[in-house]
């Protein structure tokens, strides 16, 4: 089977930068995600890793290591809108359907 | 931007009740899914299309159907609605892409049901 681990909750104050981590296992690994989804919303995608290394896009970056089953996801200049659940999903051959395996989410809380 | 529609947005019914969630796509996306979501918790798959007359169940065990008759349309059934089936339900829809790619969900805002 696939599982994951994140922490349940981070907080940080505006303007810094939080990191938010992702350890996993899973057989036939074939790429880490991860979504926002703020109260009461749908959840969407945010970025994706299948290879090691850093992948950035804005303000958010997320970072892979294949040989830890390991990843974060990195957010900088922090603002209040950025107050949301990050889940961190993992692609496996679990039972054959490659289909992503949800962890239980981290809530963000970014305070003034 | 993602066209994923889910309807109800809120349902709050009586146990024993037969009910219908429904979700609609707009993008041709071949595969759909069910996922369910208690407050805090990870997203939990119950089931899963891959196209047209391909339905599958997921890791949680659900006393719910699905069917894909149309390529745009998953509702989820509950049979008979109990107290424990009282949850966020989330559609969710992606592209084929072979299993070394990756994979991109569009959700849609869930539906919250309440049963009691």
């Known amino acids: 089977g696939q599982s994951l681990e994140q922490p349940s909750e981070v907080t940080a104050v505006e303007g810094a930068i939080v990191q938010i981590n992702c350890t996993y296992q899973?057989?036939?690994?074939?790429?880490l995600s991860w979504y926002q989804q703020h109260d009461g919303g749908a959840p969407t995608f945010l970025s994706y890793?299948?290879?090691?290394g850093l992948e950035e896009t804005g303000r958010f970056s997320s970072f892979l290591s294949r040989s830890d089953s390991y990843g974060y996801l990195l957010l900088q200049e922090l603002q209040m809108k950025d107050s949301a659940s990050y889940f961190c999903?993992?692609?496996?051959?679990?039972?054959?359907?490659?289909?992503?395996?949800f962890g239980r989410g981290t809530s963000l809380i970014v305070h003034p | 931007e993602a066209d994923i529609y889910q309807t109800p947005r809120y349902l709050v019914i009586g146990t024993g009740k037969k009910i219908t969630l429904e979700c609609s796509q707009t993008?041709?996306?071949?595969?759909m899914y069910w996922y369910q979501q208690d407050p805090g918790m990870e997203l939990h798959l119950i089931h899963y299309?891959?196209?047209?007359?391909?339905?599958e169940k997921g890791d949680l065990s659900s006393e719910s159907t699905v069917s894909r008759i149309r390529t745009e349309h998953f509702p989820l059934t509950l049979e008979s609605a109990r107290p424990s089936h009282t949850s966020q339900y989330l559609c969710?829809?992606?592209?084929?892409?072979?299993?070394?790619?990756?994979?991109?969900?569009?959700f849609g805002s869930g539906t919250q049901l309440s049963v009691l």
């Open positions: 969710a829809s992606s592209e084929s892409q072979p299993y070394t790619t990756n994979e991109k969900l569009f």
């Open positions: 899973t057989s036939g690994f074939y790429g």
């Open positions: 890793n299948a290879l090691d």
């Open positions: 999903a993992v692609r496996g051959s679990s039972g054959g359907s490659y289909i992503p395996t």
């Open positions: 993008m041709g996306h071949d595969k």
């Open positions: 299309s891959y196209g047209v007359n391909s339905t």
